[in-house]
């Protein structure tokens, strides 16, 4: 099973819709989680941490679940903008600073 | 603006020929990183440091060599580049001891080999 798993796509949706990102991961000591974004051939930037208690900026929303060691990103009102591959991050394990990326999903809003 | 910077932005080697990457940072974060990202692939981290303490992940081949001569600069040194070498090479900092702190990654290095 790889560390952090997620569905490549490409996810094809028109301006305006509502699309939602999954993504596994193995360690159960994993305490830090995070989605970036990544633009074609550009370097990856934090889109937002996750949170336990869940959390939101603007159109976007992020979930985790621990018990079942999963992750959610909620894209609502979709712009041209957001196309983009989006990298589910997590840390290795417990207390450390290494990250380990799933190799992204890859999102194509359309007008 | 506070950053992290990599030079050259594209760089094309001979296969076997010695090239070295740059990558300097104004956020005086003193944990660095060195990623190779493959395309359509998640970025692989191959070494880190924490200071100077140097941190080589288990599968990164020797042919991959790193120096941080210090806290704003970090090399990654490619002894023989192979055509399986070409890859971008992304440099990230982050603050130690907080395992949320975000990675801040510069705008990574194309490597070619010819």
């Known amino acids: 099973r790889k560390e952090v798993e997620q569905d490549p796509g490409p996810f094809n949706v028109p301006e305006g819709a509502t699309v939602a990102f999954n993504c596994t991961y193995s360690?159960?000591?994993?305490?830090?989680f995070f989605w970036y974004r990544q633009d074609c051939r550009k370097e990856p930037k934090l889109l937002m941490s996750?949170?336990?208690s869940g959390n939101e900026d603007g159109r976007f929303t992020a979930q985790l679940n621990r018990a079942s060691q999963y992750i959610s990103l909620l894209i609502r009102d979709s712009k041209l903008s957001d196309s983009a591959t989006y990298l589910c991050v997590v840390n290795v394990g417990y207390n450390t600073d290494k990250l380990i990326f799933g190799t992204g999903t890859r999102l194509q809003v359309f007008p | 603006d506070a950053m992290v910077i990599q030079n050259p932005r594209y760089q094309v080697t001979q296969f076997g020929k010695p090239v070295t990457l740059s990558c300097s940072q104004t956020l005086n974060h003193n944990v660095m990183y060195w990623y190779q990202q493959k395309s359509s692939q998640a970025p692989k981290l191959l070494f880190h440091?924490?200071?100077?303490?140097?941190?080589n992940e288990a599968d990164t081949p020797d042919n991959f060599q790193s120096r941080r001569p210090n806290t704003s600069f970090c090399f990654l040194d490619i002894r023989s580049p192979g055509l399986g070498d070409a890859a971008m090479y992304l440099c990230?900092?982050?603050?130690?001891?907080?395992?949320?702190?975000?990675?801040?990654f510069g705008p990574g290095t194309r490597l070619t080999v010819l």
């Open positions: 990230a900092t982050s603050r130690e001891g907080l395992a949320g702190n975000e990675q801040f």
């Open positions: 440091y924490y200071d100077k303490d140097f941190n």
């Open positions: 360690n159960s000591a994993s305490q830090s």
């Open positions: 996750v949170y336990s």
